[in-house]
């Protein structure tokens, strides 16, 4: 190490703040990324007295947003009482981007670069941005430019009513044309993932989460929002019974063996997420808490275009590179956090990490991972019951597991998520 390299230190967790979840087009339908987005930070800032502050930088995004918000973390943090000279800039990397953005301040702070961070994420698909048609862009640019009132006529003469047809994001992979949903469920085929073994995942996330919001865990990692005080895609209700009832929503070219559903995908959903990361020096100086360290992360991506591998199964690589970077195996963590972007997802995820051949032959290992203990799995519920807007899910897990480890008060966590384009973003969080 040179003279002039700086030393790494710990980033530190302090705590986090969300706003309730909500399926897209309910309570949250007049909301807009900026809205919720500055939400969730106003929530941090009130927990934790920020209010004034310069904050080192503020990282976060959405996946999907309009073509004004092109600075929409600057513009949020200009709408918080945090000081205007706090940085802040967008980050996208689809549903990874939340994990992204806090692993990027997590290096600045260990590098110290910054001493405080904030990372999160928002999404929503009721505001989704609806982008008019090429001929009719071509034509209002074209309209725009006119000078004389011919130029107008003849811009206006290129208008055609088929242009009026809007342009809104699906959920489709560009490259492929399938949506995630389509992907995911020639995995789950692949996998041999039954629909019990999916809809007893679904059960389970929307149980562990009705009981975590009965302890009151999240009473001090989420606040009310627009008259929401809760997300509203749980079903503490829900019956393994009723979701067997449910028709396929995916994969329905499969026939019989088409098993994904309302019930074991997630819903889309809208909703905003941030969590406030320090140096240690940080956090004393302040008198904040440090309820876990993020210790490291990594990124991976697969190639599913030629169908070398699953859309959604980038983080099973993630995972092996980050064990052996850190000198750990699969076993040596007291809680595995996996976003359930599908049930089929998570279980598709497990069993590859229990094939020797995927092991070997994929992920270039002696053997493999072996399985994880299911009871460490998701603990306080996960996306299928909480709801997955997009960006945001990050924020929710690194909160919600810090939290889980300082309760706990020692141990490690395990953060795997998946992202569209076959990419996906794991890490490392330790309790202190
Ligand atoms: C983005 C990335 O980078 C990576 C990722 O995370 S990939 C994941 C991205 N997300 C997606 O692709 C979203 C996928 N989800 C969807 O498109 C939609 O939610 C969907 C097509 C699956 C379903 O939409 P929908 O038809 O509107 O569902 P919805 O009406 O809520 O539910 C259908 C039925 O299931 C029932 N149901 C749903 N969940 C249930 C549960 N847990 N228990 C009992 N019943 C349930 C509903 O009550 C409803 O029943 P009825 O017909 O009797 O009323």
């Known amino acids: 190490m040179s003279e002039k390299t700086p030393a790494i230190r710990p980033a530190v967790i302090i705590g986090g ?42 990282a976060a995004g959405a996946v999907l947003k309009h073509s004004k918000d092109f600075n929409l973390v600057r513009e949020c943090v200009l ?37 405080s961070g904030i990372g999160g994420g928002v999404d929503t698909t009721s505001d989704a941005p609806i982008a008019v048609s090429e001929g009719l862009r071509e034509m ?12 107008r006529l003849k811009a206006l003469s290129k208008f055609r009513p088929r242009d009026l047809a809007p342009n809104a994001p699906g959920t489709g992979e560009p490259r492929t044309g399938l949506s995630m949903g389509d992907h995911q469920a020639i995995t789950t085929k692949a996998w041999n993932i039954t629909r019990e073994a999916q809809d007893e995942l679904a059960l389970a996330s929307h149980k562990n989460l009705a009981a975590a919001y009965d302890r009151n865990f999240f009473d001090d990692l989420i606040t009310p929002f627009a008259g929401v005080s809760k997300d509203t895609n749980m079903r503490a209700d829900s019956t393994l019974e009723k979701l067997a009832s449910l ?4 994969g329905k070219n499969l026939g019989a063996e088409a098993t994904m559903t309302a019930g074991n995908s997630t819903p889309l959903t809208d909703g905003a997420s941030a969590v406030l990361l320090g140096s240690e020096e940080y ?32 983080p099973t690589y993630a995972v092996a590179r980050i064990l052996e970077r850190n000198n750990l195996t699969l076993q040596d963590f007291d ?19 229990e094939d020797m051949d995927f092991c070997k032959n994929k992920l270039g290992l002696d053997t493999a991972l ?19 807007p997009f960006a945001a899910t990050g924020g929710r897990i690194v909160a919600t597991l810090a939290k889980m480890l300082h309760e706990k008060g020692s141990g490690r966590g395990l953060v795997s998520v998946c992202a569209a384009g076959g990419q996906g973003v794991v890490a490392i969080v330790e309790a202190r």
Not at 23 to 47: E, V
Request: net charge negative; charged share 15%.
């Open 335 to 353: 809680f595995y956090e996996i976003h359930e972007a599908f049930a089929g997802t998570v279980l598709s995820t497990l069993a590859a990490w």
């Open 283 to 314: 956090a004393r100086a302040n008198d904040l808490p440090m309820l876990a360290n993020f210790v490291d992360f990594e990124a991976a991506a697969v190639d599913f275009v030629h169908g070398a591998e699953g859309l959604l199964m980038a």
């Open 140 to 151: 209002l640019m074209e309209l725009n430019r006119a000078r004389s009132t011919s130029a």
């Open 17 to 58: 703040n969300r706003i309730p979840f909500a399926r897209s087009n309910g309570a949250y339908s007049t909301a807009s990324n900026q809205d919720m987005l500055t939400a969730a930070l106003d929530g941090l800032i009130a927990r934790f007295g920020l209010q004034g502050q310069r904050i080192g930088a503020v």
């Open 370 to 388: 072996g399985s994880i203990d299911r009871s460490k799995l998701n603990v306080n519920g996960s996306s299928l019951a909480a709801g997955h």
């Open 79 to 115: 709408g918080t009482s945090l000081s205007a000279q706090t940085p802040a800039y967008d980050v996208q990397m689809a549903c990874a981007t939340g994990m992204e953005a806090i692993g990027s301040l997590a290096n600045k702070i260990k590098l110290g670069q910054i001493d």
């Open 247 to 250: 028709k396929p929503a995916f």
